[in-house]
């Protein structure tokens, strides 16, 4: 699964270090709010789902996570040939965790088409490279909870491993 994750209490530099989730979590196709865990039965299966999603990703997450800078054309496009050779190079000198920042990875200057190309292009070089390597996606920032729920269930069927939400004022 994917987990959704709210870095409003974790900075990304200390996430290796401390990871604190949200209320919310996203599994493949479906979406539990902490609220709608109703009985003790609903809350042992959430539970035992959760953690088993938290562990296979704390166990693959070992050493620095690499922030993706997005590189532009001097036109103002995002440079793809560009973002490639990054991620090949990051990988090349030992990366393995592979960052969509909101803001190193400058969504916040992207529209949604941009943003949902970039993070697709870097899952899919990200895990070309090898089906090992973790990938987080950020979604754009100031966006709905409903539209959240889309990006993080379109970047889990590409193959992100984390979704980062950053949640407004």
């Known amino acids: 699964g994917v987990l959704f994750w709210n870095l409003t209490a974790s900075h990304p530099a200390n996430f ?8 919310f979590f996203i599994f493949p196709l479906w979406f539990i709010p902490i609220s709608a865990i109703k009985n003790t039965l609903d809350f042992v299966i959430f539970l035992k789902k959760f953690t088993s999603m938290y ?23 995002v440079d793809y040939s560009a973002l490639k050779n990054y991620i090949n190079f990051l990988y090349k000198h030992g990366a393995r965790n592979f960052y969509v920042m909101a803001y190193n990875s400058r969504l916040t200057i992207l529209n949604e088409k941009e943003i949902i190309k970039l993070n697709i292009f870097c899952i899919k070089n990200v895990k070309k490279l090898s089906s090992e390597n973790i990938i987080i996606c950020a979604e754009p920032y100031h966006c709905s909870t409903d539209e959240s729920i889309s990006y993080v269930k379109l970047f889990k069927k590409n193959g992100a491993d984390i979704v980062s939400l950053i949640f407004g004022e």
């Open 16 to 23: 290796a270090a401390s990871i604190n989730f949200s209320a």
């Open 55 to 77: 562990n296979t990703i704390k166990n693959k997450l070992k050493g620095p996570i690499f922030s993706i800078i997005t590189p532009f054309n001097k036109k103002g496009q």
